[in-house]
């Protein structure tokens, strides 16, 4: 069974940036893509950015587009969610996920994500 762990959330103010990163286990990471999604109490779950499983490509959402940066490193199990120059829109609860099939590439579909992490919560001040 895959398990998606995220850390890196907090409390920052306009402007500053923050990492998460998501640590599987439980499956052959590589072969999978990813994704980061966000959630406002509310709101429905929406698309940020999305990783295919060898990194080559890259997705995101527009209103993300330009600060924030997706990546991953195989060898860790580990995907990143770079976000630079935040916002107080940007406050949600992030979750990441993970495919369960080997063909698909990133998707902002999120019922095509078959394991998602417990999320961690972003805010974001002004």
């Known amino acids: 069974q895959v398990e998606l762990v995220e850390s890196g959330g907090g409390l920052v103010q306009a402007g500053d940036s923050l990492r998460l990163s998501c640590a599987a286990s439980?499956?052959?990471?590589?072969?999978?893509?990813l994704g980061w999604f966000r959630q406002v109490p509310g709101k429905e779950r929406e698309f940020v950015a999305g990783?295919?499983?060898?990194?080559?490509?890259?997705g995101y959402a527009d209103s993300v587009k330009g600060r924030f940066t997706i990546s991953r490193d195989n060898a860790k199990n580990t995907v990143y969610l770079q976000m630079n120059r935040l916002k107080p829109e940007d406050t949600a609860v992030y979750y990441c996920?993970?495919?369960?099939?080997?063909?698909?590439?990133?998707?902002?579909?999120?019922?095509?994500?078959?394991?998602w992490g417990q999320g961690t919560q972003v805010t974001v001040s002004s």
């Open positions: 990783i295919s499983s060898s990194g080559g490509s890259t």
């Open positions: 439980g499956g052959i990471f590589r072969l999978y893509a």
């Open positions: 996920a993970q495919t369960s099939n080997i063909y698909l590439s990133w998707t902002a579909r999120e019922r095509q994500y078959a394991y």
